[in-house]
């Protein structure tokens, strides 16, 4: 079996609050033998269980970066019972660059999990990631955001999962992120996701969408902060209160919710983030790119709900994802 490459530059077991690198070799023309380094710092206290905390692992989505540096930076590891592993920029290529995917091999990081030690540059991290760091951690919070190319509404989420004692402990963890919206999420194509790889690990896991357009708002900053304190607090990790407003439990029951483009064209959008819709109410129009003086095309809800997500971007390409409908539970 193949080591990985990957090797910590600081120790992941020592109390204290350490701060430095996973480092990938990574032979190139500007640099023969030079790395890869992925951030990372490790946070160690008293007794108690280890929470792993990773955000970048799609590159151009930043609420979690922006609350795993502030975390990062300010946690006292005096305050901690247990262990906090930071990530803030899980795909540091891509997060260098503002991309979803590795400008190095094009990897879509949370689509190669479980990984390989003798892959791709993005194989490697998820690789290491998988099994090193993921066996250490009793919960998981993975932090995701729409990127460039999707805005949501603010959510945290859990999976349906064959285990209901652990789909049980992770809808307790989502509850307890306290993010204005909470989701039983339903995955377009689970294969290789970081989440499944973790879920299927055992653990705790939660995962989120806090926003999108390839960049964030003071809000969307505010839910990702909290919920981590609230997150670390609810795992036993952290002393003190949480801080709760209350959180809108949302469902996706099933592949109705999403709303895929058959045609490309100019985005008209129907109705904004957070509308309620009927099934059958056209949520976008797509009027022609190429010409003028043509109708355009509805694009409508397949179920009453929410609007939850939608593209950002202004032109649709065919086959993109243009809206999200979750249902509000009863
Ligand atoms: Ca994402």
């Known amino acids: 079996m193949t080591v990985s490459p990957v090797s910590p530059t600081i120790p992941l077991d020592a109390k204290g609050a350490h701060h430095g690198f996973l480092r990938l070799p990574h032979s190139r023309d500007d640099s023969a033998w030079g790395s890869v380094m992925i951030p990372i710092s490790v946070i ?43 990530l803030p920029m899980m795909n540091l290529p891509a997060f260098a660059v503002g991309r979803r995917c590795s400008p190095i091999d094009g990897g879509n990081m949370n689509r190669c999990f479980p990984g390989r030690p003798d892959g791709t540059v993005t194989q490697k991290i998820a690789h290491f990631i998988a099994t090193e760091l993921v066996p250490m951690a009793d919960i998981v919070l993975d932090y995701h955001s729409g990127g460039r190319t999707l805005d949501f509404l603010p959510f945290a989420a859990a999976h349906i999962l064959p285990d209901k004692g652990q789909e049980a402990k992770c809808v307790a963890a989502m509850k307890a992120f306290d993010a204005p919206y909470s989701m039983q999420m339903l995955e377009i194509d689970n294969v290789g996701m970081f989440d499944t790889e973790v879920e299927s690990q055992g653990k705790v896991f939660v995962t989120t969408e806090l926003g999108g357009g390839g960049t964030s708002t003071a809000a969307s900053v505010a ?107 009863a």
């Open 44 to 86: 160690s206290g008293g007794q108690g269980p280890t929470a792993l905390l990773t955000g970048g692992n799609h590159g151009d989505e930043y609420e979690g970066p922006i609350a795993l540096q502030d975390l990062a930076s300010t946690l006292d590891p005096a305050m901690i019972n247990g262990r906090v592993i930071i």
């Open 223 to 329: 839910v990702a902060r909290k919920g981590a304190r609230n997150l670390l607090i609810h795992a036993g990790i952290l002393e003190g209160a949480p801080e709760t407003a209350g959180s809108v439990m949302l469902d996706m029951p099933d592949a109705r919710c999403f709303v895929f483009s058959e045609h490309p064209g100019l985005l008209e959008p129907m109705v904004d983030l957070g509308a309620t819709v009927e099934e059958g109410q056209p949520i976008a129009r797509l009027w022609p790119a190429d010409r003028s003086g043509a109708p355009p095309r509805q694009l409508c809800a397949r179920l009453s709900g929410l609007l939850t997500a939608r593209h950002f971007p202004g032109l649709v390409a065919m086959g993109d994802c243009v809206g999200v409908i979750a249902q509000p539970r």
